[in-house]
């Protein structure tokens, strides 16, 4: 919902021609106006579309209310049946009592306006992204979707195709050599090359040119179809309009693109890799039919099951290789190794469900699961002394502390009723969180008795939270936001130590302190 609040003393022209929409509308309605006594009801009705109210105060002019009303009523309608807009009018006594309840005071904002968004009936998140047609209708199609590329201001040399007439247009016209990304907003992998991209771009600014061109919708498909785009981010490569050859240095930095961008080269075949277990490894490699016989033959037995396109299996394997060398020589444990995308019978009857999985197996009896064997030296202390993992490590959720931890279900009710919230966004296994947590949770202890403060923390690891941790621009372990009763204000990017953090804490900006809180 957004939601549109001015005064009514204003002269708003396209007031009644908004009026008219939202009288004639019958569902999922572009336009609304609500009241005190109707809010709750409408956000509970239009719980299953995107909601986005917008105040707006009686501090703006009335060219510049036209303007807003203008813009929101072309996104409205483009937007109907997929997202809604509602407005609300702080100027008169039932939406001046709105605005109290949901703390909101447009007139402490820049441009005297505030949009707020809304997702099945809670609040979501403040929409602070540019006030244009593009970028409204782009969040109100994909909330939690990341900006478009076009609004970073560190983009401004990467040329922005939005249609196929205007690619084609490119084609024709441009006599400079042309490097096209094709990519999805949704994509890890383009949102990394992102910046190592734009950054080409200006260092090759005036001698080629960098595209970006998001095709990820179906209205694409003859396009991607054309350029063998099938999968994202795809890079190709044209002269004089033609396309050449694709470029595929998927891990190439700024100056990895702009000399390729001097000397374009199509990509060189790639050698297919060899299977582990064809390769000249003293491991053992077992199959789904030789691996009951094997322990039979082998009263100890260490095997690591693993995925041919597991990075940390491919890590692992030369460690692994370098203490078979010394093992399966005379020591009466060996080890050995199961390729579970090929032999899954083995894999399903242990319950394998990550890679790599090392097991210790005992006269052929499945002794312990050790995540904590890496390295060659690890691997072989434990074979000359099998003993019992240690326990693992309680988590940090777990442990009794000052911080709260949320996830995608408490997370917005929790921080609107908190006027200074510092969360952390982590993952467990991250080095620089581990060396945080102490820190942090000290930090959390200093302020318990506080009850206008918290600070609190997201595993982002967990399935449900992976939503959440995108829609609040985590792109890194550890992630710290600074939130006023629910709403983002800034990332702390500060030292992470406990005096730095209480320090921040204790001289939050003055406009934090007083800004309005979004119920």
Known sequence: ?????????????????????????????????????????????????????????????????????????????????????????CGDSEGRKLCKKVKVDPSSKRGGAELLHYK???????YNRPATFKSMVAFLKDPSGPPLWEENPEAKDVVHIETEKDFRKLLKKEERPILMMFYAPWCGVCKRMQPIFQQAATETKGKYVLAGMNVHPAEFDGLKQEYNVKGYPTFCYFEKGKFLHHYENYGATAKDIADWMRNPQPPQPKTPEVPWSESDSPVFHLT??????????????????????CGHCKKMKPEYDEAAEILNKGSPGVLAAVDSTVHKSVGDRFKISGFPTLKYFEKGEDKFTLPQLRSKEKIIEFMHNPQAPPPPEQSWEDKPSSVSHLGSEDFREALKKKKHALVMFYAPWCPHCKSSVPHFTTAAELFKEDRKIVYAAVDCTKG???????????????????????????????????SATSRYTQKLPVYARDSPKAN
């Open 1 to 89: 919902i957004l939601l549109f609040v001015y005064f009514t003393g204003q002269n708003l022209l396209c007031l009644p021609y908004l009026i008219k929409i939202c009288h004639i509308t019958v569902y999922c309605c572009s336009w609304y106006s609500l009241s005190q006594t109707s809010f709750s009801s409408f956000l509970i009705q239009k719980a299953n579309c995107t909601a986005q109210p917008y105040f707006l105060s009686d501090m703006v002019d009335s060219a510049s209310g036209d303007s807003h009303l203008k813009l929101l009523s072309d996104v409205a309608q483009t937007v109907k049946g997929q997202g809604t807009i509602a407005w609300v009018n």
């Open 120 to 126: 099945d009936g809670t609040f979501h998140t403040e």
């Open 288 to 309: 789904d039919e030789s691996f009951d016989s094997f322990l039979e033959e082998h009263p100890a037995a260490l095997i690591m099951f693993y995925a041919p396109w």
């Open 464 to 498: 449900q939270n992976h939503d959440l941790c995108k829609q609040e621009g985590v792109e890194g372990y550890p992630t710290f936001n600074y939130y006023n009763y629910g709403k983002f204000v800034e990332k702390y990017s500060g030292d992470r130590g406990v």
